[in-house]
T-cell receptor
């Protein structure tokens, strides 16, 4: 069974809509991350959280917000989606004592 | 984290060994070398990591140069399933609260 799950897997929305992407993990990892991937490019870090009370901005946090509702859940929101936020979004989790990150299957978001 | 340089793409024949290079000339003495890979339409997955000595696991081997300024990920017998983007990432041992930074990686094509 997958350590990290993401919902939805695919989403099409319109410009200006509010969107929430959800991430859950089952292994009790302390740390969680949200990444964005544009076609043909590497991953860019949006936000990360090292515990429930800790939220940090990554390289490209503008236009995004996050919520760490519990140790197992980390949500990414786009308050007012725009077309250049069309991308693949990945959630990841890792333990505090190891650097190994476990990634979810990704959410493909299209903003029209 | 120090910078890494990888070729944009490589090609291999199925069932032959593959050597994926990574240059990291500014590596510091406490930087670990991590490798992840991303299969098509999936999230990245951890492959292997090491500090100074060569490392082996069920997926691959990691050969680290004596001066640690370069390393090579070795897939002993490439299969079609190994076609992916491979990322080489440096990580200080005491990185603590800093997340992984992914570059563009090497896209490996495997020819049947």
């Amino acid at each position: 069974d997958a350590d990290v799950t993401q919902t939805p897997r695919n989403r099409i929305t319109k410009t200006g809509k509010r969107i929430m992407l959800e991430c859950s993990q089952t292994k009790g990892h302390d740390r969680m991350y949200w990444y964005r991937q544009d076609p043909g490019l590497g991953l860019q870090l949006i936000y990360y959280s090292f515990d429930v009370k800790d939220i940090n901005k990554g390289e490209i946090s503008d236009g995004y917000s996050v919520s760490r509702q519990a140790q197992a859940k980390f949500s990414l929101s786009l308050e007012s989606a725009i077309p250049n936020q069309t991308a693949l979004y990945f959630c990841a989790a890792s333990g505090a004592s190891t650097d190994t990150q476990y990634f979810g299957p990704g959410t493909r978001l299209t903003v029209l | 984290d120090a910078k890494t340089t990888q070729p944009n793409s490589m090609e291999s024949n199925e069932e032959e060994p593959v050597h994926l290079p990574c240059n990291h000339s500014t590596i510091s003495g406490t930087d670990y070398i991590h490798w992840y890979r991303q299969l098509p339409s999936q999230g990245p997955e951890y492959v292997i990591h090491g500090l100074t000595s060569n490392v082996n696991n069920r997926m691959a081997s990691l050969a680290i140069a004596e001066d640690r300024k370069s390393s090579t990920l070795i897939l002993h017998r490439a299969t079609l399933r190994d076609a992916a983007v491979y990322y080489c990432i440096l990580r200080a041992w005491n990185s603590g609260n800093t997340p992984l930074v992914f570059g563009k990686g090497t896209r490996l094509s495997v020819i049947a």
